[in-house]
Each structure stands twice: as C-alpha cells, then as structure tokens.
C-alpha cells in the first residue's frame, strides 16, 4: 500500500510539476490598462443590442427586446395580454411581464463558462486559498460540523468517491449535445429519434426514458441531479438500463450517497458540479445543465423547457404537478441565451430540427461587445449593482502531461491551445484554467 501510494505520487509530482496559482478580481489592472470605452466598443454593443432586439422579435413567439438607459441593459417583455400563472410563495405577488438582463455580463460570463471546466476537482480545492478550510466543507452535506475541515482526513474521505483528481471533461471535447428538461410540453412532440442523434445527452433528476423513448429518446450521456434525486442515487441509477450516464451532483455529497456507491455499489461515476453564479435569473437545473453543457459541448441544443406561450409549468412529462418557480423569467432568460447564440431552442412550436434562429449576433459582433462589456464590467464591477462583483475569477497554472488530454479531438485541441495552453517543452503543456465559481462570492 506503501509502496503504491508512493509511486502514485511520483506519479503526480512529475505528470503536475508546478502548480502557480493567481486571484484576480474582476478588476486586475494587468488585463485591461484603460477603462475608458472606444468608439469601436460602443459601437460594438450597440451593434448587439440591434441585432439582439430583431433576434428576440424573430424567434421569440411574442417577446420583445429593448434596450435599456445604459449599454449594457436590455428588457425583454412579455405582450400585455399574458396571464401569469405564477406566484411568489413568500408575497404572494404574480410574477412581472418584464424582466431585465445585463447583455455585458451575460456575454462576458458565458464565455467564461465555454472556456472554464465545471467539475468539482482536488487539483481545483488544493490550489484555492483556503480551499479545504473555506470552501471544501461547504460542498459537504452538514459541512458546517466538520468545523472547517479541520480534520482534513476526514473531509478527503467524505469527498473521495466524487472528488476526481483532474477535470474529466474539457471545453469543445463534444461537438453536438441536447440538454433535456422535463416539462410536460414534451408529449406533444416525437423528438426522440432527433435526440438520440446527438452525440451527448442531458438528462435531469428522474427523468425516465423508458415508455417515453417516441418523445424524449433513450441516449443518456449525463444525468444532473438536484439534492433530492441526489438522496435516492439508487433509485436514480435504475433510469439508465446501460447503468453508464455520468451523474452530476449540483449540491453536497451526503453520507447517505457516499454509502450507495460503496455498497449498492453504484458503478457510474459521480462528480460534483462547480458552476459559475448568474443571480437570481438562474437557480434552477435547467441552467445548471446549460452551463454544463456549454462547459464542454460546441453546440448546445435545449429540448423540453416550457418556453411556447401558454405554458403549463407545473407539469412534468412523467407525473403530475411539480412546484415551478418563475416560469416567465426563465423563458426570457433562455431566449436571450439563444439571441446570443449560446443554444438553440426546440419545443412543440418550434419543432423543425433545421429551423435557422434568424438575427442572432454574428461571431464578430459577439466578441467585439465581449471585449467591450470585459472593460465595462470591470468599473461597474466597483460598485454593488454587479452580482459578480464580489466574485473572483481564478487562473490557474497546471503543468500537465500531455498525455492526459491526447486523447480528446482536435476542436478540443485546438480550443486548448488557443484558449487556455502554453507549450513549455513537447510533453508538456501549462494549462491555464480559468475559474468562475459562485459558493465563494459572498
Ligand atoms: C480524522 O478523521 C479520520 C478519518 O475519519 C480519523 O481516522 C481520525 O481519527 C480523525 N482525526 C482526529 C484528530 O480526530
Ligand atoms: C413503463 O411501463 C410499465 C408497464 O406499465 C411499468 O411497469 C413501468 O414501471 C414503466 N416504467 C417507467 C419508468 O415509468
Ligand atoms: C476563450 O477561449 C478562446 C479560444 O477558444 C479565446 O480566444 C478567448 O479569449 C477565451 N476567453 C476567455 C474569457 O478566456
């Protein structure tokens, strides 16, 4: 044993020879010398809001965009004669026809998301400040008993079946995925065979296939799970017959699951999801599977949100009733993630697999206006209005064999290299991992 866990770590100690890390804020002054906006960078956000405005009009089945007093703000509204159907438990009140969004922010942000990993791994805990005693134990179901993990043995232990020790997946390693929401809606169209031929699939907490494979198909790459589904892994396992989907945990590994995987055992792996944070907009799975999917897929096709007028958000396509939350506010969020080319939507209305999002930002405009809202962000990141403001963003120097990712495709190569590697010598790449992350904002 010995002996074994020596050579593991040689192993590691010449394959992750030098681990440098470094904080920066949003506002580091090394990334972007001026604050000061050019004619260009106005002119580039102005361009999106333009293009952003005809794109929700063309494709968004009655909604409208406007752009708000600054450069950055944008309103998508509902037409006047919605009838929301939503109340907020705590006051009771219906929810808005209108919803405003930070275009800057939402540009900014998921391109970090396309370029970040989003599974929890060891390399990412060791190399926080703190990381086991600041933020490993919030990760853990009744962390704050573990006194911030001042055995650090035990919190290691806790975390072991779900903690790899580098990210498994990496950006553009997929070139087509389908995420897969559970609303009712789904039974009025047969996607299934239009699903099963993506290369990834999505799926979220119990969602079954089985006797639904004619509507929601029966691949299944990925399964996100919510606290709840993540309690009854057993159960969870049982949906995929291959027993192979990849589950991914958006809250705290509990004693209860780390028992299910020793002794059910359960053989699928399991990770923990580390996302980036996007406010209020965006608590639910549905996003969290976005962003997961955006995190290591080219293409990111949604399947099964509420999101055709006349929605009925209450229902799944397996039972009944479910409690919805904000079913408006997340249309429009998820409209405006297709307006900025993230994803693109396919529900009962919008039905043909081939159907062109018209107006959506071109690539040019789509980095030009990130370029600009980068800067802006930065001086409006000063203030308290930005909810990522209080967010770091981690760089991360991890010398790695090559080895370790020669097996991934050549988009995936090339994104790397541009995104994310140095060449230091021919084995051996600096990768330059960048970290968003929302447990630590606050
Ligand atoms: C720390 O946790 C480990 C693993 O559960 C346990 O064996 C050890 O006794 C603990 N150490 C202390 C000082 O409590
Ligand atoms: C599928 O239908 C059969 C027969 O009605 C039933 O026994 C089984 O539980 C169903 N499976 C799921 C996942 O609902
Ligand atoms: C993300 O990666 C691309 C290369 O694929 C690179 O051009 C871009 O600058 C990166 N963005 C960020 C925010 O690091």
């Known amino acids: 044993m010995r002996v074994l866990q020596l050579g593991l770590f ?12 470094y904080i920066t804020g949003l506002s580091d002054p090394f990334v972007y010398p001026s604050y000061h906006l050019t004619d260009e960078d106005t002119q580039a956000l102005l361009s999106l809001h333009d293009t952003f405005q005809k794109c929700v009009t063309a494709n968004g089945l009655g909604l409208k965009a406007t752009r708000g007093t600054d450069y950055c703000q944008t309103t998508i509204s509902f037409p006047s004669d ?37 599974i929890l791994t060891k390399e990412f805990i060791d190399s926080l400040p703190n990381g086991w005693e600041e933020y490993a134990w919030r990760r853990i179901n009744k962390g704050i008993q573990l006194n911030h993990c ?36 789904l039974l009025k169209t047969k996607f299934g065979n239009e699903i099963d031929g993506y290369e990834v699939v999505i799926r979220e907490n119990g969602a079954p296939t089985q006797n639904y494979t004619d509507y929601v198909g029966r691949k299944s790459t990925f399964r996100l799970l919510n606290r709840g589904s993540a309690k009854a892994l057993d159960k969870v396992v049982e949906l995929d017959e291959q027993r192979k989907e990849v589950l991914i945990i958006k809250t705290t590994v509990h004693d209860i699951m780390n028992k299910m995987i020793r002794e ?18 965006a608590k639910g799975t549905g996003l969290k599977a976005l962003e997961f999917a955006l995190s290591m897929c080219d293409s990111v096709d949604m399947y099964g949100f509420t999101v ?31 307006c900025l080319g993230l994803i693109k939507i396919h529900s009962p209305m919008r039905a043909d697999l081939n159907r062109v999002v018209k107006w959506v930002p071109s690539h040019h405009i789509i980095r030009a206006a990130r370029i600009a809202s980068e800067k802006l962000l930065r001086r409006v990141g000063a203030g308290s209005e930005d909810p ?49 992350f929302s447990k630590l904002c606050h």
């Open 308 to 338: 055709d007028p006349g929605y009925k958000e209450w229902t799944r396509y397996f039972s009944e009733s479910r409690q919805g939350h904000t079913p408006l506010h997340g249309r429009a969020y998820y409209q405006m993630m297709e």
């Open 10 to 21: 040689l192993a590691l100690a010449s394959g992750f020879a030098a681990i440098s890390i």
């Open 150 to 185: 001042e055995n650090k043995t035990l919190c290691m232990e806790k975390l072991s079946l779900v903690l790899p020790e580098t990210p498994p997946y990496f950006p553009s390693q997929f070139r087509r995925c389908a995420v897969i929401g559970n609303s009712g809606d």
């Open 264 to 281: 059910v055992p359960i053989k699928n792996p399991v990770y923990l999801m580390l996302g980036a944070s996007f406010g209020s907009a």
């Open 82 to 118: 919605t009838i929301p159907k939503w109340r907020d438990p705590k006051t009771g009140e219906l929810e808005a026809l209108s919803f405003d969004f930070n275009l800057c922010e939402a540009v900014a942000t998921w391109e970090q998301v396309r370029n970040s990993t989003t």
């Open 388 to 436: 990522l403001a209080a967010c770091s963003i981690i760089k991360k120097q991890v010398k790695r064999n090559l080895n370790a990712v020669s097996k991934l495709r050549k988009a995936a190569l090339d994104h790397l290299r541009l995104c994310c590697w140095e060449a230091s010598n021919p084995m051996i790449y600096k990768i330059i991992r960048l970290f968003t």
